[in-house]
């Protein structure tokens, strides 16, 4: 009598879990998982299987788990969501760095490091963390970011030198509560990007940013409410430096921490860059902040100058939900 108890019990137990999973699936497009309870095992079998050019947005959940991966989205697989179980335990990593060699000895380069090459337009990315856990070994890209409208949010990205780059030349990109932390440039290139709400860990010294924004485009890199922390010693980061003569980088209301030298920015060794880069601050607070002390060919932003720093302005009418 008992084992036909337990039986029946363990029955309704597993009927129960496989109507969960049926339901998460029903959900979402697809789910990785890499115990082989989803659709998929990998993330780069899910993106394989999204529809070229598909005209609704297609929801790729991925369990928690560590997937070593050196990801592609091309370009025609536009309006991909990737969604993570939780934003500490779903981890998208690799480890490939620039001076590491090809099959024909040559060195990978800065953008062949990069773990996740996403090039689709209109991707964005929930509760998960990218990583190159590569090292302090040089240029080290854990995400490089080419597509159109793009959004993360509660996203982490972990690196050291290179960890973010924001490649695409008119890309406008969003993020928001989303933790960023590096050394050297670890946030850099040349997109439109706007970071609400995110922290900025800086490890060792170096520089927040390094933007090469074009000429043409009004605004390169936003930072809103957000706040930089670090274990890098006190003075050892600078908010910027320009890659490009044309850098544009504005923190508005941001707490900066004592990590940042109190001049703000850097020339890149440069000075005729001093006259060509856009480096401003909007009622900064915190330690590293220090209007009188900063170089003075960075702006302290007017309230009616800081006023038009809106998502609508800076994305060129575009509102990311």
């Given at each position: 009598?008992?084992?036909?108890?337990?039986?029946?019990?363990?029955?309704?137990?597993?009927?129960?879990?496989?109507?969960?999973?049926?339901?998460?699936?029903?959900?979402?497009?697809?789910?990785?998982a890499?115990?082989?309870?989803?659709?998929?095992k990998?993330?780069?079998?899910?993106?394989?299987?999204?529809?070229?050019?598909?005209?609704?947005?297609?929801?790729?959940?991925?369990?928690?788990?560590?997937?070593?991966?050196?990801?592609?989205?091309?370009?025609?697989?536009?309006?991909?969501?990737?969604?993570?179980?939780?934003?500490?335990?779903?981890?998208?990593?690799?480890?490939?760095?620039?001076?590491?060699?090809?099959?024909?000895?040559?060195?990978?380069?800065?953008?062949?490091?990069?773990?996740?090459?996403?090039?689709?337009?209109?991707?964005?990315?929930?509760?998960i963390?990218?990583?190159?856990?590569?090292?302090?070994?040089?240029?080290?890209?854990?995400?490089?970011?080419?597509?159109?409208?793009?959004?993360?949010?509660?996203?982490r990205?972990?690196?050291?030198?290179?960890?973010?780059?924001?490649?695409?030349?008119?890309?406008?990109?969003?993020?928001k509560?989303?933790?960023?932390?590096?050394?050297?440039?670890?946030?850099?290139?040349?997109?439109?990007?706007?970071?609400?709400?995110?922290?900025?860990?800086?490890?060792?010294?170096?520089?927040?940013?390094?933007a090469?924004?074009?000429?043409?485009?009004?605004?390169?890199?936003?930072?809103?409410?957000?706040?930089?922390?670090?274990?890098?010693?006190?003075?050892?980061?600078?908010?910027?430096?320009?890659?490009?003569?044309?850098?544009?980088?504005?923190?508005?209301?941001?707490?900066?921490?004592?990590?940042?030298?109190?001049?703000?920015?850097?020339?890149?060794?440069?000075?005729?860059?001093?006259?060509?880069?856009?480096?401003?601050?909007?009622?900064?607070?915190?330690?590293?902040?220090?209007?009188?002390?900063?170089?003075n060919?960075?702006?302290?932003?007017?309230?009616?100058?800081?006023?038009?720093?809106?998502l609508?302005?800076?994305?060129?009418?575009?509102?990311?939900?």
């Open positions: 009598m008992k084992n036909m108890l337990f039986l029946r019990l363990l029955f309704i137990v597993l009927l129960f879990a496989a109507n969960a999973v049926k339901a998460q699936q029903k959900q979402y497009d697809f789910v990785v890499k115990d082989g309870s989803g659709n998929f990998t993330v780069q079998e899910a993106i394989n299987a999204v529809p070229a050019l598909r005209k609704q947005t297609t929801t790729v959940f991925i369990k928690n788990g560590i997937y070593k991966e050196k990801l592609t989205l091309p370009t025609n697989k536009t309006m991909v969501k990737f969604i993570g179980e939780n934003v500490g335990k779903t981890i998208i990593t690799y480890d490939d760095y620039h001076q590491k060699k090809n099959q024909f000895g040559e060195e990978i380069g800065t953008s062949g490091s990069a773990g996740f090459f996403i090039y689709g337009n209109d991707f964005s990315a929930e509760n963390t990218f990583q190159n856990t590569a090292g302090p070994i040089g240029q080290a890209v854990a995400v490089w970011t080419s597509g159109d409208r793009m959004i993360f949010k509660n996203c990205f972990l690196g050291f030198q290179d960890t973010l780059y924001t490649f695409g030349y008119g890309s406008r990109q969003y993020y509560n989303c933790y960023i932390e590096g050394t050297v440039d670890f946030i850099f290139g040349s997109s439109t990007a706007v970071f609400e709400d995110c922290e900025l860990f800086c490890k060792k010294n170096g520089f927040v940013t390094a090469s924004t074009p000429d043409s485009t009004k605004y390169g890199y936003v930072f809103l409410h957000c706040k930089i922390t670090g274990d890098a010693p006190e003075g050892s980061f600078y908010l910027g430096r320009p890659w490009r003569p044309y850098a544009k980088v504005a923190y508005l209301n941001c707490d900066l921490g004592k990590q940042i030298n109190l001049k703000g920015w850097n020339n890149w060794g440069n000075a005729n860059n001093e006259k060509t880069a856009q480096y401003a601050e909007y009622k900064s607070t915190g330690p590293g902040a220090n209007a009188a002390e900063r170089v060919w960075a702006k302290q932003l007017t309230d009616e100058e800081a006023k038009q720093y809106t609508q302005n800076i994305f060129r009418g575009w509102k990311p939900d």
